[in-house]
């Protein structure tokens, strides 16, 4: 038989700070919220001399999308609207497609080179290209007598 520590506050407290990181990764650098209608799914991969973001968004044109990169946190925001009538379709029985406002944010790791991240968009899916730094040599420093 295994013995199990209970700890009563665990959960809350897993409920506050998963709380305080959704607040945290909905607000702007000046404190107002942002919102998204739909979050794209982001895989993220590390190769040897980079970080290779891929988001899907399909029907989004690359005019309507938004990278920006400050204080080491890479934000991706855009809009996908799709034609928008008075009246229902006909023949639509169900619509599952999201559209609207989409945004996401990611932290990079201090490794990465903000200054030369480029991005692709080909048949819906963003590439974004994190290069790594430069690995720095060591340098001996002599001791002067």
């Known amino acids: 038989m295994a013995l199990y520590r ?6 809350l407290n897993q409920l506050s700070n998963e709380l305080i990181r959704l607040h945290d990764q909905r607000t702007d650098g000046d404190g107002s919220l942002a919102t998204a209608d739909w979050v794209p799914p982001v895989d993220i991969r590390e190769e040897e001399g980079r ?3 891929c988001a899907d968004l399909p029907g989004v044109e690359p005019k309507d999308i938004d990278i920006s990169m400050e204080n080491g946190v890479l934000s991706i925001q855009g809009s996908r609207y799709s ?10 029985k169900r619509v599952e497609r999201s559209r609207g406002r989409f945004y996401r944010r990611f932290t990079l790791p201090d ?8 991005a692709s968009s ?3 899916v963003l590439e974004i290209s994190i290069p790594k730094q430069e690995k720095l040599q060591p340098r001996r420093i002599e001791v002067q007598s």
């Open 111 to 118: 490794t990465a080179d903000a200054d030369r991240i480029a």
């Open 51 to 53: 970080y290779l973001l």
């Open 83 to 92: 034609e928008e009538k008075s009246e229902p379709a006909p023949g639509f």
């Open 6 to 11: 209970h700890e009563p506050w665990s959960l």
């Open 122 to 124: 080909k048949n819906g």
